[in-house]
């Protein structure tokens, strides 16, 4: 059955219980919490809604609603619910996230567990590539579903989305091209002798930080990314070290000696 429309007028009956609706809350609240009768709001054919003021400590912004109703062709209300609302200025909790649409990176302590879910995206079977049109050519009595039973491989590997996640975040974060270190940088990570090489795809553009003097040391860095310690930096005349003249030795006059 279609649900029935709410009626844009309040009910007269339950709109001029005004008192009632304040009895019934005062039964419920001290009545130093209670203050004025704030309006009045329909809630469907013969149900109305009393809102009042709430002047409790630590409340500011909240109203009491107390709703009654009547059966048809009577003409006394009867209190349904008694609850207390949030305003538009009222302070609330934030929107609650699930704990893991929460967390960012660094956030793990010592003992922190965060398991993937079942169906993680990133993840896909030990013996899949992620690829449709490679799976699709794996025997499925191969020798990588073997090993996996009997527990010589790994379970669950990085699918092709997780791998684009992957890259995608290493690419816009601080060891990405788009940061100031890179801007004043002499030279690209590409062409550094510190620059330690991946295999597989994401080698075309990540590389490895093995310069224990810079701020990327160990860190997966794109290859456009660049810093100041790269193996080809080299000081400017301006910066460089000045390089004092031989000392000149007076050999005509005679030199003061301290005596002890």
């Given at each position: 059955?279609?649900?029935?429309?709410?009626?844009?007028?309040?009910?007269s009956v339950g709109a001029n219980a005004v008192e009632t609706a304040r009895a019934a809350l005062l039964e419920a609240v001290d009545s130093v919490d209670v203050g004025d009768h704030e309006g009045v709001r329909a809630d469907g054919d013969r149900t109305v809604s009393h809102d009042f003021a709430c002047t409790?400590?630590?409340y500011r912004g909240w109203r009491w609603s107390v709703t009654v109703t009547r059966a048809p062709r009577q003409r006394s209300v009867t209190v349904n619910e008694i609850v207390l609302l949030p305003g538009g200025a009222a302070i609330v909790a934030p929107q609650w996230t699930p704990y893991k649409e929460r967390v960012q990176p660094g956030d793990m302590n010592p003992g922190d567990l965060l398991p993937p879910e079942d169906d993680d995206a990133r993840l896909v079977p030990g013996w899949s590539a992620g690829d449709p049109a490679v799976d699709n050519l794996?025997?499925?009595?191969?020798?990588?579903?073997?090993?996996?039973?009997?527990?010589?491989?790994?379970?669950?590997?990085?699918?092709?989305?997780?791998?684009?996640?992957?890259a995608q975040r290493w690419y816009d974060g601080p060891q990405g091209p788009d940061n100031e270190l890179t801007r004043q940088a002499?030279?690209?990570?590409?062409?550094?002798?510190?620059?330690?090489?991946?295999?597989?795809?994401?080698?075309?553009?990540?590389?490895?930080?093995?310069?224990?003097?810079?701020?990327?040391?160990?860190?997966?860095?794109?290859?456009?990314?660049?810093?100041?310690?790269?193996?080809k930096t080299k000081l400017s005349r301006s910066s460089a070290p000045r390089t004092l003249p031989e000392p000149v030795l007076d050999t005509v006059g005679i030199d003061d000696v301290e005596t002890f």
């Open positions: 059955m279609a649900p029935t429309p709410r009626s844009s007028r309040p009910d409790r400590k630590g794996v025997d499925p009595t191969s020798v990588r579903p073997v090993a996996d039973e009997v527990g010589l491989g790994r379970g669950r590997v990085l699918s092709l989305e997780g791998r684009d996640i992957a002499p030279h690209e990570c590409r062409t550094c002798g510190f620059l330690v090489q991946m295999s597989g795809p994401l080698g075309t553009m990540f590389g490895v930080c093995a310069n224990g003097l810079a701020n990327d040391d160990g860190r997966v860095v794109s290859l456009d990314h660049g810093c100041g310690a790269h193996s």
